[in-house]
Structures are given as C-alpha cells and as structure tokens.
C-alpha cells in the first residue's frame, strides 16, 4: 500500500523559504511520477509541480516556476518541494501525490495523496 507522508511545513515571513519533504512507501516507485499540490481555504486544489522518479522530467504551474523546485532526494523515496521567495497568497495545505507512469505533463489525476502540511507566509 502506497504512503505518502509530507513534512517541512510551517510559519515563515514573505520573502522566505521553506523546503517541503515527501517520504513515498509501498511500492517501488521507479515507473511513478510524483506531484505537489496545495489547497488554500475556499478554493480549489491546485498543481504545482510534477517529476519522474528517476529526475528527468519535470513540469511546473506558471503561478510558481522560478520559485519553487520539484526534486528526488538521495535520502530514499523522498521528494521535495524547494519554496523560495514566498507570498502570503501562498498560504495552503500542500499536498504530495503519486500516480503510475512517467507522464509528468495534465491531466493531473493522481492515485495517491498523503495527508499534507500547513504552510502559513505572514506579510
């Protein structure tokens, strides 16, 4: 069974950086691509960044590419979410993902979600 468990969140300043933590189990996830989501009160979940597990292939949302980096960690199944230059508008649960095949691009139906990680950016 698939588990997927996000670490990292937290209250930071705007203009910070958080750095987001995906520990991925159950499965041998090398033919998997891995996502971040995140979902702010009252509006709809929304994608942010998708990569193979091998690294090869990556696809971001306009709303965070150049301040946000989707990567594989040498640390076993981990996959992060590097935030830098944070906004208050970026205040949301966030929210890793995993579905099978190695299409990083939508749609973006994910199988597996973990329980996510409340990032709060303070203006």
């Known amino acids: 069974q698939v588990q997927l468990v996000e670490s990292g969140g937290g209250l930071v300043q705007a203009g910070g950086s958080l750095r987001l933590s995906c520990a991925a189990s159950?499965?041998?996830?090398?033919?998997?691509?891995m996502g971040w989501f995140r979902q702010a009160p009252g509006k709809e979940r929304e994608f942010l960044a998708a990569?193979?597990?091998?690294?090869?292939?990556?696809y971001y949302a306009d709303s965070v590419k150049g301040r946000f980096t989707i990567s594989i960690g040498n640390a076993k199944n981990t996959v992060y979410l590097q935030m830098n230059s944070l906004k208050p508008e970026d205040t949301a649960v966030y929210y890793c993902?995993?579905?099978?095949?190695?299409?990083?691009?939508?749609?973006?139906?994910?199988?597996?979600w973990g329980q996510g990680t409340q990032v709060t950016v303070s203006s």
């Open positions: 990569i193979t597990w091998s690294g090869s292939s990556t």
């Open positions: 159950g499965r041998t996830f090398s033919s998997y691509t």
């Open positions: 993902a995993a579905r099978s095949g190695l299409r990083v691009g939508p749609p973006m139906k994910y199988d597996y």
